[in-house]
């Protein structure tokens, strides 16, 4: 389960080091996509595999625009000696990733966040929101 919130730096050449905890998770390889919330979305094979055999299953007319928007944007990855990962161009201009990133545990992933866009988003973060979801998702 990957879990955690960590800071890290984007090198020039589009790497980022991932913690060793989360990467002991991922293996040596991974699969990065966008994600739904304007970050990237870092799955181990496993876990892709799930994600994937879910989406498939998906009514074909209905699910073609978000299969294409997920396995259009998927890029296959190895960490090199150094635990890091390279993150493709597109992936870190859709997400607005620049040098300083958030690496998020988001339980069967992980999630890679511009700094600014993550801040933003736990500052405007509702604790009576979250409650009353956790209450109508059954929680």
């Known amino acids: 389960m990957f879990l955690g919130e960590y800071s890290h730096m984007l090198d020039t050449k589009n790497r980022v080091t991932l913690p060793s905890k ?3 998770e991922m293996g040596g390889r991974a699969v990065l996509t966008k ?11 496993a876990a892709w595999a799930t994600y994937t055999a879910k ?7 209905e699910a073609r625009a978000l299969k294409r928007f997920i396995y259009s944007s998927a890029f296959e990855a190895e960490f090199d000696a150094q635990g890091r990962i390279l993150i493709p161009a597109n992936l ?10 958030k ?6 992933h992980v999630e890679l966040w511009s700094e600014t866009v993550w801040n933003e988003n736990q500052s405007a973060a509702d604790t ?9 998702l059954g929680f």
């Open 22 to 24: 989360l990467r002991d």
């Open 35 to 45: 994600s739904i919330d304007k970050c990237v979305s870092v799955y181990n094979t």
């Open 55 to 61: 989406l498939d299953a998906l009514p074909g007319t």
């Open 92 to 101: 870190c201009e859709y997400a607005g990733l620049d040098k300083n990133i």
């Open 103 to 108: 690496v998020i545990g988001a339980g069967d």
């Open 128 to 136: 009576a929101e979250m409650e009353a979801m956790m209450i109508r």
